[in-house]
Antibody, heavy 121, light 106 residues
């Protein structure tokens, strides 16, 4: 059974930093691209960042580019999201997502339960 | 960026009703379209990928169709457990984008 367990969410002041982790199990982590998706209170789902199976080719939403860094440690089956210069609008539940392939394209498949990041003074 | 527009933004239906949600892309995305179900306090659940393929374990009352710029999600017989917000998402190109969601009330 695929399991994705996020951690690291916390209350942080504007301008602060935080690192989220996602511990994966139940599949061969190093074979799959991974992503982060967030949902701000009362809002819809927003894609944040994606990374390929080897850790290269990261992509970011414009709203986080230059402030967030996605990475992974395949030896530890763990995905990370380093967040810096946090803003009030970064307040959200952050979900770790495993991607799966169909017809040469990768789509979102399994989701973690999420970790809450609150940016407030 | 590819804009995804869902309609309606909310709907109210009765148990047993057939419900259809529409998702339009601002440019052609082939069939690189997914649907998700989101319940309050729960993680999103993947329902459909490649416009019409059901994820493993998803009940057959859910179906998807479309290609290019117009897509639909249909729930053939609405049940109380289907109360949720439904999102479409394109994965044709970055940045990946979601529709604004359709809240389904019973």
């Amino acid at each position: 059974e695929v399991q994705l367990l996020e951690s690291g969410g916390a209350l942080v002041q504007p301008g602060g930093s935080l690192r989220l982790s996602c511990a994966a199990s139940g599949f061969t982590f190093s074979n799959f691209p991974m992503s982060w998706v967030r949902q701000s209170p009362g809002k819809g789902l927003d894609w944040v960042s994606s990374v390929n199976s080897g850790g290269g080719g990261p992509s970011y939403a414009d709203s986080v580019k230059g402030r967030f860094t996605i990475s992974r440690d395949n030896a530890k089956s763990t995905l990370y999201l380093q967040m810096k210069s946090l803003r009030l609008e970064d307040t959200a539940v952050y979900y770790c997502v495993r991607e799966s392939q169909s017809n040469s394209a990768w789509h979102f498949d399994d989701w973690g339960q999420g970790t809450l990041v609150t940016v407030s003074s | 960026d590819i804009q995804m527009t869902q309609s309606p933004s909310s709907l109210s239906a009765s148990v047993g009703d057939r419900v259809t949600i529409t998702c339009r892309a601002s440019q052609g995305i082939g069939n690189y379209l997914a649907w998700f179900q989101k319940k309050p306090g729960k993680a999103p659940k993947s329902l459909i990928y490649a416009a019409s393929n059901l994820h493993s374990g998803v009940p057959s009352k859910f179906s998807g169709s479309g290609s290019g710029t117009e897509f639909t999600l249909t729930i053939s017989s609405l049940q109380s457990e289907d109360l949720a917000t439904y999102y479409c998402q394109q994965y044709s190109r970055y940045p990946l984008t979601f529709g604004g969601g359709t809240k389904v009330e019973i």
